[in-house]
C-alpha cells in the first residue's frame, strides 16, 4: 500500500530553468508534507515542509505547493543549479501516526544539466 | 555541528551474527526514529522513540530491538542477521510535532 508516490523516478532540466518535481498522496489524514534532498552516501536532507493548513510555502528557490483535494504536493526548483543535482523524497506524516513518522516516496532524481 | 552521528559507516556481517548499529543526537531532540531504505525505494520505519524510555515498533520491527536509556542515544540492535537486512539504516531525530527530521549518514549494511 503505496501511501505517497512519485511517478517520475527521474527528471533532467537545463541549468537555469525550473525544475518541477511531484508527489501524490492517499491518505487524507497527513498533516504534514516534508521534502527532502539526497546525495549519495549522504542521509536525507531536509529542505522544505508545509502543514496542510496552506497551500503555499517558499523558501529562495524552493516553493512547495499543497493540492489538499487532488492529494498531491510539488516542489519548484527555480532557477535549477548544477548542484540542486540529488535524489528528492518527499514524505508526509500524521501528527498522531506512530510518533510522526514519516511516510517517504520512492524518490526522483533530478539531473541539472549546465 | 554534529546533529545525528551514525556509527559504524558501513559494515558487513555474517548469517546468525548481532551486532549494534549506535545513533547519537546533540540536540536534545526528544523523538528518535530507525529507517531502512532498500535499493530504488523510500525509507521504512523500523522503531520509533518519544522520549528516554519510551520505544515502541514501527512498520517493519522483526529481527530488531531498541533501547532508549538516555535523551541522546537510540541504538538498534540486530541479534541473528540475515540475507533480507541488507540495507541502509537511517537515525533521525526531530524537535515535536510539525518539526522536520534530521538524518545521520546512514549506516550501509551487508549481510553474507
Known amino acids: 500500500d503505496q501511501q505517497v508516490k512519485q511517478n517520475s523516478p527521474s527528471l533532467s532540466v537545463q541549468e537555469g530553468r525550473i525544475s518541477i518535481l511531484n508527489c501524490d498522496y492517499t491518505?487524507?489524514?497527513?498533516?504534514?508534507f516534508l521534502w527532502y534532498k539526497k546525495y549519495p552516501a549522504e542521509g536525507p536532507t531536509f529542505l522544505i515542509s508545509?502543514?496542510?493548513?496552506?497551500d503555499k510555502n517558499e523558501d529562495g528557490r524552493f516553493t512547495v505547493f499543497l493540492n489538499k483535494s487532488a492529494k498531491h504536493l510539488s516542489l519548484h526548483i527555480v532557477p535549477s543549479q548544477p548542484g540542486d543535482s540529488a535524489v528528492y523524497f518527499c514524505?508526509?506524516?500524521?501528527?498522531?501516526?506512530?510518533?510522526?513518522?514519516?511516510?517517504f516516496g520512492q524518490g526522483t532524481e533530478l539531473s541539472v544539466k549546465p | 555541528n554534529a546533529g545525528v552521528t551514525q556509527t559504524p559507516k558501513f559494515r558487513i556481517l555474517k548469517i546468525g551474527q548481532s551486532m549494534t548499529l549506535q545513533c547519537t543526537q546533540d540536540?536534545?531532540?526528544?523523538?528518535m526514529y530507525w529507517y531502512r531504505q532498500d535499493p530504488g525505494m523510500g525509507l521504512k520505519l523500523i522503531y520509533y522513540?518519544?522520549?528516554?524510555?519510551?520505544?515502541d515498533k514501527g512498520e517493519v520491527p522483526n529481527g530488531y530491538n531498541v533501547s532508549r536509556s538516555t535523551t541522546e542515544d537510540f541504538p538498534l540492535r540486530l541479534e541473528l542477521a540475515a540475507p533480507s537486512q541488507t540495507s541502509v539504516y537511517f537515525c533521525?531525530?526531530?524537535?515535536?510535532?510539525?518539526?522536520?527530521?534530521?538524518f545521520g549518514d546512514g549506516t550501509r549494511l551487508s549481510i553474507l
Open positions: 514524505a508526509a506524516s500524521h501528527v498522531y501516526n506512530q510518533g510522526g513518522k514519516l511516510i
Open positions: 533521525a531525530s526531530r524537535a515535536g510535532n510539525n518539526q522536520p527530521q534530521h
Open positions: 491518505n487524507s489524514m497527513f498533516d504534514y
Open positions: 508545509i502543514s496542510s493548513i496552506k
Open positions: 522513540s518519544v522520549g528516554a524510555g519510551i520505544t
Open positions: 540536540m536534545n531532540h526528544n523523538y
